[in-house]
């Protein structure tokens, strides 16, 4: 029963609020997006971090916000193999204790992976950034050196 939960759980999370999928093969699909992006962020080149990183943060945040909100229970999940027990009797089908431990464990690691993989950005982008420093200061030392030879020489010159 547990490789039933989860996967559909989503389903209502995401037709109760109006967001994210709406059909089941829209949930597998937007849980690929959502490791997808982990991927693509640690992957995030520096020229494109200033304008792309707070699209990256804010569909994560709302995704591990949403996958909170199954994990405690707000919402009932959906079982693959047809009408469950609980359904016929109108009940929602919660987590159980094992099972809500997994789910908290399965979003605390796609935050640690979030967590890492924005580190990883960010320093990225912090190294590319002090390079580009690195190239101007030295480029302002070559100039400041050329113009006092250049100045020199023309006092040599009179």
Do not use: W
């Amino acid at each position: 029963m547990l490789k039933y939960l989860f996967l559909f759980s989503f389903f209502l999370l995401f037709t109760a609020n109006g967001e994210g999928p709406t059909d089941e093969g829209n949930i597998f699909d937007y849980t690929k997006k959502v490791h997808s992006s982990l991927k693509e962020l640690k992957d995030l080149g520096p020229t494109k971090y200033f304008k792309e990183i707070d699209n990256y943060r804010s569909d994560l945040e709302k995704y591990f916000d949403q996958k909170k909100r199954v994990c405690e229970g707000e919402f009932s999940t959906v079982i693959l193999n047809g009408v469950s027990q609980n359904e016929k009797e109108n009940k929602p089908l919660k987590l159980k204790p094992e099972e809500r431990k997994l789910c908290f464990r399965e979003l605390k690691a796609l935050q640690l992976t979030f967590i890492n993989n924005m580190y990883v950005a960010r320093k990225r982008y912090l190294e590319y950034l002090h390079g580009e420093r690195i190239k101007e200061l030295e480029s302002a030392r070559e100039n400041a050196v050329k113009s006092l030879q250049d100045s020199f020489n023309k006092r040599n010159r009179r």
